[in-house]
C-alpha cells in the first residue's frame, strides 16, 4: 500500500486548535488489498485520529462534495505529497455544493446549541464561499476568521448562526 499523500487534518489543519487538541491525520494510499470497491477506514490509537482512503474512494468522495475529502485536496499541510501537481491543478465543481450546503444546514442547526458544530458549519460556509468563486479553498483559516467564527458561535443562536452562514456561502464581494 503505497502513500500517494498524508496532511494534517482536524481542528490543527483548520487553525482551530488549542493545546489539549489531539492530531488528525488524512492518508490516501494507492490501492488496498480488499474486494471492496471503496476503502475507507478511520482509527484512533494513541491520540492520533487517522482517516486512510484509497485513492479511488477519495477522489469519488472529492467530487460529491465530502467536506473532509476536500479539505484533504486543499490542504496546504502536507506530510506526504507524491501527488501534489494533481492536486494544485484541482478545481472542485458545482457537484460540491449541495452536499456542503447540507452539512451547513445540519451543523448550525444542531440540536442542543453545540458550539463546536456551530463553529464548523461557520468554517464550511467560508470555505464554500472560496469553492464558489475560484472551486479552491485554503482549509486554514486566517487568525480573524477564527477570531470572527470563534465569537459568533459562541454569541449566536444556532438559527442566527445558520443565517450567518448562508449570508457567507452566497456573500459575492460588493
Keep these: 500500500m503505497e502513500i500517494l499523500f498524508k496532511t494534517i487534518h482536524g481542528s490543527r489543519l483548520y487553525g482551530l486548535h488549542h493545546d489539549n487538541s489531539d492530531y488528525d491525520y488524512y492518508t490516501v494510499v494507492s490501492k488496498v488489498k480488499t474486494a471492496r470497491a471503496k476503502y475507507a477506514k478511520q482509527s484512533i490509537v494513541d491520540g492520533v485520529d487517522s482517516v486512510v482512503v484509497d485513492f479511488g474512494t477519495w477522489l469519488m468522495q472529492v467530487e460529491s462534495g465530502v467536506p473532509q475529502a476536500c479539505e484533504a485536496m486543499m490542504s496546504q499541510m502536507p506530510v506526504r505529497d507524491k501527488i501534489s501537481a494533481f492536486r494544485n491543478n484541482y478545481v472542485l465543481g458545482t457537484g460540491v455544493w449541495e452536499r456542503y450546503l447540507r452539512t451547513i444546514?445540519?451543523?448550525?442547526?444542531?440540536?442542543?446549541?453545540?458550539?463546536?458544530?456551530?463553529?464548523?458549519?461557520?468554517?464550511?460556509?467560508?470555505?464554500?464561499?472560496?469553492?464558489?468563486?475560484?472551486?479552491?479553498?485554503?482549509?486554514?483559516?486566517?487568525?480573524?476568521?477564527?477570531?470572527?467564527?470563534?465569537?459568533?458561535?459562541?454569541?449566536?443562536?444556532?438559527?442566527?448562526?445558520?443565517?450567518?452562514?448562508?449570508?457567507?456561502?452566497?456573500?459575492?464581494?460588493?
Design 105 to 174: 444546514k445540519s451543523f448550525a442547526l444542531t440540536e442542543g446549541n453545540d458550539f463546536k458544530r456551530k463553529r464548523h458549519a461557520l468554517r464550511l460556509a467560508c470555505n464554500f464561499q472560496d469553492i464558489r468563486r475560484w472551486g479552491r479553498f485554503n482549509p486554514t483559516l486566517v487568525e480573524d476568521d477564527v477570531l470572527a467564527i470563534t465569537q459568533s458561535a459562541n454569541d449566536m443562536t444556532s438559527e442566527q448562526v445558520y443565517n450567518l452562514a448562508l449570508g457567507i456561502a452566497w456573500y459575492d464581494g460588493t
